[in-house]
């Protein structure tokens, strides 16, 4: 029990954004496995407010590319997940957005137990509505959350070096 519960501490300290991908197929027993851990994210009166698209077809991946200047990160991979926050089915703005930022956290996880790569692009969202329109969804159903490239990691373009983060008792008060 203890060191699944270590295993599980060092998978989410970790996860890094991965930007270099090497181009190769990412199976869709896989892909489902990764969209499951998503599904299992908490949300508000559990509403479960997300939408996915999962893009590989080289044509509509261009199409996403377009709209980012991380077009070419997002081109490389071999996955795109494209992230809508379903409108309908969600009913407090903050409390919908902050379930999409778990359902996204998840799956960043799941990829990475999977020993994939991904990076979360939230540059693209300047372009929302142009997104939406490549998947024919009406933006006033969906609304653009991210972007998540996925694929095999570079290893020998990812550096390794340090992540940086604040310290503890920088942002925690203790009562
Ligand atoms: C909401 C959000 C939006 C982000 N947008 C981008 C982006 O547009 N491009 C990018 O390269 N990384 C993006 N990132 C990744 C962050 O740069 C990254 O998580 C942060 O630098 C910490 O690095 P780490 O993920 O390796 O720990 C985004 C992350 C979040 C949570």
């Known amino acids: 029990m ?7 501490l060092n998978l989410i300290k970790s996860r890094r954004s991965v930007r270099n991908f090497v181009y190769k197929k990412i199976d869709n027993q896989t892909i489902k496995e990764i969209v499951d851990c998503g599904r299992w994210a908490p949300s508000a ?8 698209c999962i893009v590989s077809h080289p044509t509509v991946k261009r199409m996403i ?5 991380y ?6 991979a071999y996955l795109n997940f494209v992230v809508f ?5 969600g009913y407090d703005r903050v409390k919908d ?16 137990a999977k020993g994939l790569g991904a990076v979360w692009i939230g ?6 509505e142009k997104v939406s329109e490549i998947f024919k969804l009406s933006p006033e ?6 972007v998540l490239t996925v694929g095999l990691i570079n290893e020998s373009l990812e550096k390794k070096e340090e992540r940086e983060r604040r310290v503890l008792d920088e942002f925690t008060d203790w009562f």
């Open 71 to 76: 077009g070419a990160i997002i081109e490389s």
């Open 45 to 52: 009166r559990n509403s479960q407010p997300w939408k996915l």
């Open 97 to 112: 957005i902050l379930a999409i930022g778990a359902f996204i956290q998840n799956m960043l996880l799941a990829v990475h």
């Open 123 to 128: 540059e693209i969202l300047k372009n929302k």
């Open 65 to 69: 590319a377009e709209n980012s200047k």
């Open 2 to 8: 203890e060191s699944k519960t270590n295993d599980l």
């Open 141 to 146: 159903k969906y609304e653009l959350m991210g």
């Open 85 to 89: 926050l379903d409108l309908e089915r």
